[in-house]
């Protein structure tokens, strides 16, 4: 027998007040959705189909294809959602969980808990339930007096009464596929919100299949996320627990509470991350490197005894030894080589950094290939953009570019070349050159006060 899920992303977040859909918002720079996805395919579940309507193009564009899609076009409730997965699901045999797409803390350890359960009770319906404190705008479990789920009755439709019950539904339902669309279409518009409550297949079922409910103890991992503070309370549980697992495989994180790091980040043992430091995406950290403070590192892979000060590292890779920063900025497929010195206030962008090579301070350098033991005197660019097109550069081994050096690309010099500061090369330069564009210094004695007016003493 197969598993399925499906999860309802169709929603617009209007109290996300962003023009994304709800789902797409992200948690640690990844959407809810891609949360929620990866953790199915962990999971025992073996197919998926997402219901999208509001900004479909972008949860579709998140997930690709690797689910199935139903659209639901105009949002009218949760059980209009599961309605318009009929001409996908209905003919499947097995069980099908369904899943909101604004659940990003759930993992897949508590999808095959809850499956599992369903399957061993041998139910028809089971509802994923835990406590709250403070319930407030959930759907409260409404039990018989023998303990039985009887009910979900809507925060909004409750009374007082039932407004003190502290169970509640977290929206999460594994239900017997063969049951599903004959139940679900049994729900009744309604009348107030014009919406069909997916709840109400409780009530639906009860009397005739076996209806029953699994509690979660841990509650903060099926939270859902509604507005851009509870955005903030799932965001400080997730960078809580990945800190707390990294540090339990050896990595140092000097004050855990300022440093952010992604789920699909990895970072190996002895590694060392400094306060204020955010590191996202796919990176990889390596053995022996040292990151932060006031760092962030998006997708780059950072190798061994790597160190990172006061920087940025975008879509990047730095190699083993090499320092960088404090203030550097690296970006657009910049690879630097090992042992070399990126320092303050230098530019990296779609451009390889031989080994060994240095620029220490205030330089720009755009598609450009470097060779080995390159010296980048401060103030030195490679002109890579006419104002129309983007060109390269191409710099040979043990090259020494002095200060203030323009190089205007399309533009290559060959190793061993000495390049006097200030100048501006627009030519090849051949190897073993010594390079010196600039205009001859000319001093006209007596001259300045044609052009300085002095100053009257006071």
Not at 42 to 49: A, F, G, H, L, P
Not at 347 to 365: C, F, M, P, R, W
Not at 390 to 403: N, Q
Request: glycine share 8%; charged share 25%.
């Amino acid at each position: 027998m197969k598993n399925y899920a499906i999860v309802l992303a169709a929603g617009k977040g209007t109290r996300m007040k962003t023009e994304l859909p709800k789902c797409a918002f992200p948690i640690l720079k990844k959407p809810m959705i891609q949360y929620i996805h990866e953790n199915i395919l962990k999971s025992m579940v073996d197919e998926t189909t997402v219901v999208v309507g509001y900004q479909k193009e972008i949860i579709m564009g998140i997930l690709g294809d690797s689910v199935d899609y139903a659209i639901q076009s105009t949002q009218k409730g949760t059980g209009h959602a599961v309605m318009v997965t009929k001409d996908i699901m209905a003919k499947k045999t097995g069980t099908t969980i369904i899943m909101l797409g604004d659940m990003p803390l759930i993992d897949y350890k508590v999808i095959n808990k809850v499956i599992k359960y369903h399957r061993d009770k041998d139910n028809d319906l089971t509802v994923l339930t835990t406590k709250y404190q403070q319930p407030k705008g959930y759907g409260r479990i409404i039990r018989n007096e023998y303990g039985n789920i009887e009910a979900i009755v809507e925060h909004n439709e409750c009374t007082n009464d039932l407004k003190r019950i502290n169970e509640v539904n977290t929206g999460i339902y594994v239900v017997n596929n063969e049951l599903l669309y004959k139940i679900v279409d049994k729900i009744k518009l309604n009348e107030r919100k014009q919406e069909y409550y997916l709840t109400d297949i409780v009530e639906i079922m009860k009397p005739n299949y076996r209806v029953d409910a699994f509690e979660l103890w841990d509650n903060e991992k099926v939270m859902g996320v509604n507005d851009l503070y509870s955005a903030s309370v799932a965001e400080k549980y997730l960078r809580n627990e990945i800190n707390k697992s990294h540090m339990l495989n050896g990595v140092s994180i000097v004050t855990p509470e300022t440093v952010t790091i992604g789920e699909n980040v990895i970072i190996e043992g002895n590694v060392t991350i400094y306060p204020n430091t955010y590191i996202t995406g796919e990176s990889i950290i390596k053995s022996g490197s040292k990151i932060g403070p006031n760092s962030e590192i998006h997708t780059s892979v950072i190798h061994n005894n790597v160190r990172v000060k006061h920087s940025l590292i975008f879509d990047s890779e730095v190699k083993s030894d090499t320092v960088v920063g404090p203030f550097a900025h690296l970006r657009n497929g910049a690879v630097i080589g090992e042992n070399a010195r990126i320092g303050n206030f230098v530019e990296v962008k779609n451009s390889i950094i031989g080994d060994g090579t240095k620029s220490a301070h205030l330089a720009y350098i755009g598609d450009t290939e470097t060779g080995k033991n390159v010296n980048f005197g401060c103030g030195s660019i490679t002109v890579n953009y006419d104002g129309l097109n983007k060109h390269r550069t191409k710099i040979g081994d043990d090259v020494f570019i002095g200060c203030n050096t323009n190089l205007i690309a399309p533009v290559e010099v060959g190793s061993r070349v000495f390049i006097a500061a200030g100048s501006t090369v627009t030519k090849n330069v051949p190897e073993g050159a010594f390079t010196i564009a600039r205009n001859r210094q000319i001093n006209k004695e007596d001259y300045a006060k044609n052009f300085i007016t002095p100053k009257d003493d006071k």
